[in-house]
């Protein structure tokens, strides 16, 4: 039998979505089991009488990274998420771009910049970026990865990078979608691509205009405002409103006696 440390070293080096499952209080104590998001129980055992609602709501807190001690008849049960790293990926070398890159790569992002222009896409302008890809996106897709823990931000809205990207991007699992721009040239964008088939679930995947409302003027503001968006979208939690006079705790240990996970 695989054991919990095994199964979550093995999770760690093949950059897979899953969580650690511990029974912390209750006649099975100590129990600990590590479940794969696609493969289930892979490492260990979790109580056999609670299983399927042990891996249901784990999935739930996988999708959202979040960790949370759940109650299950006389047992108290931690699940841990363990996730791979996060991938970022920029379209459009601007200033901006340098910011967020800077940023992103300081919160554990893995950060790739794509741009057309070679003497804006650098090295020297980037030194934390993981990948630096010059081309129109279009001619550079089979560089782009793009799964379920990528986060897409298109800082150009000229239309030779838009027309290539949305289409990839909408059709892809991101699990962000960010594009810069007025509300008027997103209700432009929105527009045209309902006009070319999308339908409006797929267009409203897109954060347009991009970031969080936080009065953002200089580059490195904007770059906190989308990474505060980004941030909010990754743990599916927060308002993005201030903290201050908020009632309550601030962040919430939940067991199911607090209803919906």
Known sequence: MVTPIEGTRSLIKGERLGAVVTVVEGPLIGMKGVIDRSDGVVAGEIPQ?????????????????????????????????????????????????????????????????????????????????????????????????????????????DARFEDPVLPMVLKSPAKYIGAMGSRRTHRVRVERLIDAGYSEDQVARIHGPVGLDI???????????ILAEMIQVRYGSGTGESLAGRPGRIHLQRTQDDGDI
């Open 215 to 225: 009065g953002a003027e200089q580059p490195g503001e904007v770059a906190v405002a």
């Open 49 to 157: 009488a609670h299983t399927a609602d042990i891996l249901s709501d784990a999935a739930s807190l996988m999708d959202r990274e979040q960790n949370r001690t759940l109650e299950y008849g006389d047992e108290k049960v931690y699940i841990e998420t363990v996730a791979p790293q996060p991938h970022l990926l920029i379209f459009g070398a601007v200033h901006i771009a340098q910011e967020l890159c800077r940023l992103a790569d300081g919160l554990g992002f893995r950060v790739t910049i794509n741009d057309s222009r070679a003497v804006f896409t650098t090295q020297e302008r980037f030194p934390e970026a993981a990948a630096i890809i010059v081309g129109w996106p279009d001619l550079v897709a089979d560089q782009l990865v793009i799964d379920a823990r990528t986060y897409v931000v298109l800082l150009s809205h």
